[in-house]
């Protein structure tokens, strides 16, 4: 029988590290619409359900933007501004809730001019911070002859994340 010395260097344990990043800018421009299609295709195709959509999404009321029409067709009549209320109000939330850099003015300009646009982004913006990252470590154990993978807890992440763990280095000699 062939006798087989096995070597493990075990180098000091650490817990994973994760840097977090964070940025105070939206993720998408507001004409980045190829970002996601699904997203631009729906807001194009009926914009009071998709913006019913996105206000669910964020945890607001889903029929919140139909006051916007119901504002849309009292402006007609009466009243001539032009700055829909309920849009103009939900970009300044998802920019405060996600610490975006910005100011009401611009939120104004975009919400007036560019409506559909704003909508598409608040709705990516909306579904990248709802998306999370879960990492899973993995690390090789010997006993004997046989080899088993050990799964050890992930980390998970609602932002973007970087992980490092160093881990055993297994050695046959």
Sequence with gaps: TMATNVVINNQPRQSPTVIS???????????????????????????????????????????LPLLDMVFLAFQMLLCPTCIPPVSMSMRVAVRHHYKIQGDMCGDCVYTTFCNICSWCQMAREIKRHKQSMTFITTQAVYTGDQQFLVTQPGVVASQPVMATAPQAILTSM
């Design 21 to 63: 990043v964070q940025s105070n800018q939206w993720s998408t421009g507001i004409c980045d619409c190829f970002d996601d299609l699904e997203i631009c295709c729906f807001a194009s195709w009926c914009l009071p359900c998709f913006a019913c959509k996105t206000a669910s999404d964020f945890g607001e009321c889903f029929c």
